[in-house]
């Protein structure tokens, strides 16, 4: 198991977002939509047609082809987030295949994954490119036995390249 570095102090802001992997995110969503009464979830297959993405999505450190879809509920701070694992290997079908449907991360916005990745001493188990941030990354860390849940990580603004 990979260990935490003591001697860097990581500032990981406020968490932004619970991200659930369920199998079908548009059914999902609507149901905590009528049961809780809140705003209509946002739906989005990703990658979308017409973005050229493939360049950032990894898996476990090898180039990812893979697909999900994506229900956004806004609770105000905090975002919910349903995935549903469409097609390609990916944390999330994994997780399906090993867990079942349940919380998978929570999300905090940094300004470099990479660099808390690397502060953490941990790997990156999955990445890819923001569509809403072009330039943006988010990259899940294999946070699991260390901390007890997949930590993901956005960057707040495009990265530098």
């Not at 476990?60 to 987030?81: K, S, Y």
């Not at 349940?102 to 990479?114: K, M, R, S, T």
Request: proline share 7%; hydrophobic share 45%; glycine share 10%.
């Amino acid at each position: 198991m990979d260990t935490l570095n003591h001697s860097a102090r990581l500032d990981l802001g406020p968490l932004v977002q619970v991200g659930l992997v369920v199998r079908d995110a548009a059914a999902t969503a609507q149901a905590w939509v009528e049961r809780f009464h809140l705003a209509p979830a946002y739906i989005v297959d990703w990658p979308p047609p017409n973005h050229n993405l493939e360049a950032t999505r990894t898996y476990h450190g090898h180039p990812g082809d893979f697909r999900m879809r994506l229900a956004f509920i806004e609770t105000g701070p905090v975002q919910i987030e349903f995935i549903e694992p469409l097609e390609g290997n990916n944390i999330y079908a994994d997780f399906l295949a090993e867990q079942g449907e349940g919380i998978h991360h929570i999300l905090f916005e940094v300004d470099d994954p990479q660099a808390v990745a690397d502060g953490l001493g941990v790997k990156i188990l999955q990445s890819g490119g923001s569509v809403l941030r072009p330039g943006a990354l988010w990259a899940y860390l294999d946070t699991q036995e260390l901390l007890g849940c997949i930590v993901e990580l956005k960057s707040k603004a495009p990265l530098a390249g």
